[in-house]
């Protein structure tokens, strides 16, 4: 709901009953069951490097200067 604001309350369950009809329309168009992809499914398939690199150009384009060295 942050995403549309304070008064978004409706267009966020419009957006949930979106993606659960999206789910339900794929399960049953392909005969599946649905499978539980887990809550960290998007962390897990993020790639570190790439995550570091992004995060790296965004603080330099606030304005600082980034030096990494590895955590003991």
């Not at 604001?5 to 794929?26: C, D, Q, Y």
């Not at 649905?34 to 962390?43: I, P, S």
């Not at 993020?46 to 200067?65: M, S, V």
């Amino acid at each position: 709901m942050r995403r549309f604001g304070k008064k978004g309350e409706g267009k966020a369950i419009f957006a949930v009953a979106h993606s659960m009809l999206v789910i339900i329309w794929h399960l049953l168009a392909h005969d599946r069951d649905y499978e539980d992809l887990g809550a960290d499914y998007f962390a897990r398939r993020e790639d570190a490097q790439a995550k570091e690199r992004r995060l790296i150009r965004q603080l330099e384009a606030l304005g600082h200067k980034v030096t990494l060295e590895p955590a003991a």
